[in-house]
């Protein structure tokens, strides 16, 4: 995959889905932008990709935090003079049956998953379209498209990631701006260890390949969509999951 002189912004990079997106843009040349709610998460993972020979910087925000975001992504665009690639991956699941789903569960998986691309995309697209260049991927979930029995909440956050990315596709397309989707089925990562652990049984049923996903593989499918190769490529949902959603 082509790079040339990119700076990425990838969200949720401490660990699981973000941290494998981080590693292998760092692995090819790209400046990283780690992002995470916990310091120590997204520090040891700037410090691992620094300690090989890459670059990149650790900046702790709340994802949840609306202002914070942008003024964090005001400050980043003029200290590193451009952000070529935005990655929306951070998230979280308050997972439980609707009847018994509270309103701060249901808000706080909006706010976290969806509501922080609305920030994140409008501060750092507009740059992107003015330097006409950019690559925004979004990491959205099956769940999102086949929907899942007590993740009301996620699933209508994720459908939310579907439906915006398509909009600010359409929005950002003359200027070269490219915006995709990523859903992945079930990957080991802390996310889902309780299932992971010891795969209950039925779980694997539902997938063509009869086992979870890797981070690396969600990493693969995010690497093409911020390359040069993917650059007629816009408003399209990619899904990664051994063939669950088809
Ligand atoms: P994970 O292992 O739980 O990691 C989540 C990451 O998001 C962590 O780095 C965490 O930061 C960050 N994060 C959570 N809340 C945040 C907040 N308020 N502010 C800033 N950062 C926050 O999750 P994962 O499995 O890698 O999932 C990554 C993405 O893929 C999520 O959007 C998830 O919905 C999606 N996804 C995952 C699966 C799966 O099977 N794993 C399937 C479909 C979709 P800290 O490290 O600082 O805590």
Redesign the pocket.
């Known amino acids: 995959m082509t790079f040339t002189d990119r700076t990425a912004l990838v969200?949720?990079?401490?660990?699981?889905?973000?941290?494998?997106i981080a590693e292998s843009l760092a692995a090819q040349g790209v400046k990283l932008i780690c992002?995470?709610?916990?310091?120590?998460?997204?520090g040891g993972v700037s410090d691992a990709i620094n300690a090989v020979g890459g670059y990149a910087v650790a900046r702790?925000?709340?994802?949840?935090?609306g202002p914070a975001i942008e003024s964090a992504a005001a400050e980043l665009i003029k200290e590193f003079g451009k952000i070529d690639i935005l990655v929306?991956?951070?998230?979280?699941?308050r997972d439980g049956l609707l009847a018994r789903m509270s309103e701060e569960d249901w808000n706080a998986v909006i706010?976290?998953?969806l509501t922080?691309c609305f920030h994140w995309t409008k501060v750092i697209g507009w740059p992107m379209c003015r330097n006409r260049w950019g690559r925004i991927v979004n990491?959205?979930?099956?769940?999102g498209i086949m929907g899942n029995a007590g993740q009301a909440n996620?699933s209508a956050a994720?459908a939310g990631m579907i439906g915006f990315s398509k909009t600010v596709a359409k929005e950002f397309a003359r200027r070269n701006v490219t915006v995709n989707v990523v859903?992945?089925?079930?990957?080991?990562?802390?996310?889902?260890a309780d299932?992971s652990d010891e795969i209950p049984k039925g779980v694997t049923d539902f997938i063509p390949m009869r086992r979870?996903?890797e981070?690396a593989d969600?990493a693969n499918a995010v690497q093409f969509l911020a390359s040069e190769e993917s650059a007629y490529i816009t408003g399209q949902v990619f899904t990664v999951d051994g063939g669950m959603a088809m």
């Open positions: 969200t949720g990079a401490g660990r699981g889905i973000g941290k494998a992002v995470s709610k916990n310091p120590a998460s997204c702790a925000v709340d994802v949840a935090d929306n991956n951070a998230g979280i699941t706010q976290t998953n922080s990491i959205s979930s099956v769940s996620y994720k859903a992945p089925g079930f990957i080991k990562t802390d996310m889902t299932l979870f996903g981070a969600i």
